[in-house]
């Protein structure tokens, strides 16, 4: 259960078009994503219909525009999408990827025909999105990568491997990082839109086993000779790649401080539950004073944490959000989620050790938060750039 932190939301919140959506997202969650959460670890995987029923709901690429199938909203839909999932403890369906990290490079970037061409797929469900750019020897350093895309005629052959990717299992439509000019660094990379169904030379490698986040399939990818048309360079320019990529990092960091603070908000909920009504030395947990400071200080910190959320978000609908704003938000959301969860595991006891109980699912998830999206590190780097 979310504990309501009861910290004064912005005022679209309550807008007719965004409760209902919220309404919308939160019925879809529990009826169709919290009753699988066991089934989806085990298999390593969401079911592929998940993807075509969240279409006919209208939960996909809510933010695209309605000329290329959209229904015209913003990121505040993600925003509420993202509530809705991580806020029920479901971490297993990479929707938030697919709409709010990659379904964006092609409305920003993308020419007219590739929009009216992908973007529907996108919304229905029909593809389901990944973002393929780290390598086995490239993840912060993203300049170092080796996989090359040498134009031939009309078509670019594309060699090399990705590795750590989200949806990598299932996706079929790939925004891949690649270089098109090799003797460059950044000026080199060029970003690609990758249509798998049938096509020669891609290949998925293992489903990767990981702590936690055990119902997404992260996965590598290689590509050998494959070859896809000139059309699949986003955008008209080579070498664009790299800017791109840094035009839209904001946007995940702070989807990953969202992801941090719905998740701190569900464990909250769920911890305070739990100390009312555990026993111990004939009181509850909840009125040793022990308990009641680490709760005081986690629900300090995590009003604290909603509030420059929540200003984050209108900064960014605005476009406004730097990316040393966001890289705040990134860093100082996932480390107090991990702080956050680690309290409410001590505060379980040996329950919170016990698969069986979400705290202890949502510590294995947490730990991630601090490593994927640009390292906390690099955020502390990309910070220092202002000082
Ligand atoms: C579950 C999961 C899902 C992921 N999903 C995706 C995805 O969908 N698509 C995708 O492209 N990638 C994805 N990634 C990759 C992720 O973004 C990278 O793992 C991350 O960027 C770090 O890169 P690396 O693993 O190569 O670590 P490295 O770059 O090797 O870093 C190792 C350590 O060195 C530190 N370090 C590196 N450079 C510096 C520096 N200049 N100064 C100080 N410290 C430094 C890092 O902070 C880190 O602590 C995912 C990763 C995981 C684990």
Redesign the pocket.
Known sequence: MVYDLNVKRPAWREEEEFVLFADAANAFVADNLVPNIEKYEKQGVVDRDIWLKAGEYGLLVPDCPEEYGGVGGDFRHDAILIDAIHGQGVDSWGAV?HNGIVAPYVTAFGTEEQKRAWMPKLISGEYVA?????EPGA???LQGMKTTAIKQGNQYVINGS?T???NGGTANFIILAAKTDPSEGAKGISLFAIETDGLEGFRRGRKLD?VG?KGQD?AELFFDDMKVPASALLGTEEGKGFYQLMDKLPQERLIIALQAMAMIENILGQTIDYVKERKAFGRRIMDFQNTRFKLAECKSQATMAKVFCDHCTDELVAGRLSAEMASMAKYMLSDLQCKIVDECVQLHGGYGYMNEYPVARAWRDAR?QR?????N??MK?LIARGL
Not at 130 to 134: P, Y
Not at 371 to 375: E, R, S
């Open positions: 990827l990944a973002i393929a750019m780290t993840g912060s350093d990705k750590f990717i989200t990981k986040l992260t991630v490593i994927y999206g640009g390292t590190e690099i780097l």
